[in-house]
């Protein structure tokens, strides 16, 4: 075989199975996406199905919720009644703990990122004008990128 008749036929194979690959991957991603699209309106639906009248009624379905994860969880574990009430006193006081530690960094992860984003502004201030500047914080700024973040979540 020639050499330009096997840089052909080696040209022709990857421009097939590049072909044949993204055809593949296309078709995963649609598929996947039409099924997180499904489950995000079927979760939609059953967050208005669960929407409470009354303070009451929600106080009443979370203490629900936790009792049915609490049996579960002592069923997995295959807890006797005398472990289950000291299990779960632990596991409260560990869940509250790693909640208000999670709560302390982000807190601390914010007001970092909003100080070095100060500064990057003031850097770029000389470089920018007022409206660039002003559309450099609508897109950047960690406010407004929060805000961006729940206004794409909800549609």
Do not use: C
């Amino acid at each position: 075989m020639k050499t330009k008749t096997k840089a052909l036929f080696a040209f022709v194979t990857v421009f097939l199975l590049g072909g044949l690959s993204g055809y593949l991957i296309h078709d995963s991603i649609n598929s996947v996406n039409q099924d997180w699209t499904g489950n995000r309106y079927d979760r939609q639906e059953r967050m208005h199905e669960r929407s409470f009248h009354t303070e009451d009624e929600r106080v009443e379905h979370r203490q629900q919720m936790r009792r049915r994860a609490e049996n579960r969880l002592a069923e997995r574990l295959n807890l006797s009644d005398s472990q289950q009430s000291e299990f779960f006193d632990k596991l409260y006081d560990y869940h509250t703990e790693i909640r208000d530690s999670v709560r302390s960094i982000k807190s601390i992860e914010r007001q970092f990122v909003r100080n070095h984003y100060s500064r990057f502004r003031d850097d770029v201030s000389d470089v920018l004008n007022d409206e660039q500047i002003q559309r450099l914080d609508r897109q950047f700024h960690p406010d407004s990128i929060r805000q961006n973040q729940s206004q794409r979540n909800r549609r």
